[in-house]
T-cell receptor, first 116, second 114 residues
Framework: SAVISQKPSRDICQRGTSLTIQCQVDSQVTMMFWYRQQPGQSLTLIATANQGSEATYESGFVIDKFPISRPNLTFSTLTVSNMSPEDSSIYLC?????????????FGEGSRLTVL | GENVEQHPSTLSVQEGDSAVIKCTYSDSASNYFPWYKQELGKRPQLIIDIRSNVGEKKDQRIAVTLNKTAKHFSLHITETQPEDSAVYFCAVRTSGAGSYQLTFGKGTKLSVIP
């Protein structure tokens, strides 16, 4: 399985600020995803990070709030913009091995954000 | 879109007993069904998965069964140990144009009592 590194691992942020989370994979992967896990909750897909094109966002998530970059096949960033306490969550980068339909999904360690 | 229901939300068992967690899904085109284990403060880790052309898969103390007709699948853990205590998530992938993402259940908190 791929080794996925995320940073920061945790941060405390002030309301109204923005924070960028980085995700680095040790091998080239086709599919990269960003998930959110609110405290005590399940995992919700934010968007699929597409290399060389705009990310594909799920219902309820918009580019202005969660801009995503994917400059190459091993790296992606997620920015949480204009944060409010409701954005306090764990944000997880994930990658799919193999092709999208048959590959297994692996997660990074997550970035735990607390917004005051 | 896909709807995944997971039960129970919490489960306590005595060490050595078996634990069963069940998930149902709505889209009959779904074709991949993984289970993840998430220990406190850690990332979800894939523990077992099953594809739609298989009815059962086993890996040591863990097994998953799939009933495509009824659209449900289950995780079975036998001879439970305290280190099995964690939150378990089922997930479903539905094939379709550009549809590679997983939809997760709400999770089951398993507590194994020594």
């Amino acid at each position: 399985s791929a080794v996925i590194s995320q940073k920061p691992s945790r941060d405390i942020c002030q309301r109204g600020t923005s924070l960028t989370i980085q995700c680095q994979v040790d091998s080239q992967v086709t599919m990269m995803f960003w998930y959110r896990q609110q405290p005590g909750q399940s995992l919700t897909l934010i968007a699929t990070a597409n290399q060389g094109s705009e990310a594909t966002y799920e219902s309820g998530f918009v580019i202005d709030k969660f801009p995503i970059s994917r400059p190459n096949l091993t790296f992606s960033t997620l920015t949480v913009s204009n944060m409010s306490p409701e954005d306090s969550s764990i944000y997880l980068c994930s990658v799919s091995s193999g092709t999208g339909l048959t590959g297994e999904l692996f997660f990074g360690e997550g970035s735990r954000l607390t917004v005051l | 879109g896909e709807n995944v229901e997971q039960h129970p939300s919490t489960l306590s068992v005595q060490e050595g007993d078996s634990a069963v967690i069940k998930c149902t899904y709505s889209d009959s085109a779904s074709n991949y069904f993984p289970w993840y284990k998430q220990e406190l403060g850690k990332r979800p880790q894939l523990i077992i998965d099953i594809r739609s052309n298989v009815g059962e898969k086993k890996d040591q103390r863990i097994a998953v069964t799939l009933n495509k007709t009824a659209k449900h699948f289950s995780l079975h853990i036998t001879e439970t140990q305290p280190e099995d205590s964690a939150v378990y998530f089922c997930a479903v992938r539905t094939s379709g144009a550009g549809s590679y993402q997983l939809t997760f259940g709400k999770g089951t908190k398993l507590s194994v009592i020594p």
